[in-house]
């Protein structure tokens, strides 16, 4: 559904991914891994289209999309959740959520209830002004946000940083819920043992490369996550 490849892309100045192939077969949920500064958040935004790549391909459902602008790669069906979240601090949770679904395929009723249902504080909250919510809350809603344009696949980049324990379980049982309806997911994750829990399968990034990739079991094997990420 998802395939990026040969992609490379710069923060600033630097040429911060190089070459990556990654692939997100539909349904699929998909974790990269990597200590801060790898390029994991890089790489999400270059393939959601708010960095240009240099050189390289993404392809949604066969699509070329790298070249769009960014109105148009959500409406093709791909959405980021970014780090920091990002809501519009003065709209109440409702007003976030009609406002993020005119950017994909109009205001449906049902899509808002669905958010709430997934995410019930949303909905005991729904008149508050997000600006006034917890960091879990706007995580919450940022998710809901990127699910109200209807994606093929979700972006999801590091939504647990910032969060109590408590308040990642609920985030992530809401994504694991997302994934077991079918939704792919494409999750940038700096807590390995977290984003291998609930994720089919892994790249891990270094430098900017990709180096090593396998199922769940395959890179729990390995002693260089194991040592790195998993605690030895």
Known sequence: MLSVSGLCASYGAIQAVKG?????????MVAVLGANGA????????????????????????AEISTLPLF???RRGLA???EGRMVVAPLTVEENLMLSSYAGRGVSA????RVFELFPRLKERRWQTAGLLSGGEQQMLAIGRALMTQPKVLLLDEPSMG???????????????????GQAILLVEQNAEIA????DYAYLMKRGEIVSRGTVAEMRAQSAVQDAYLGG
């Open 20 to 28: 990556l192939e990654i692939e997100v077969a539909e349904g699929r």
């Open 39 to 62: 390029g994991k958040s890089t790489t999400l935004r270059s393939i959601a289209g708010l960095h240009r790549p240099i050189t390289g391909s993404v392809r949604l459902e066969g």
């Open 72 to 74: 148009k790669v959500v």
């Open 80 to 82: 980021l959740v970014p």
């Open 110 to 113: 049902p899509l808002i209830e």
């Open 163 to 181: 969060l109590a324990p408590a308040i990642v379980d609920l985030v992530f049982e809401a994504i694991v819920t997302l994934h077991r309806q």
């Open 196 to 199: 291998l829990s609930v994720c």
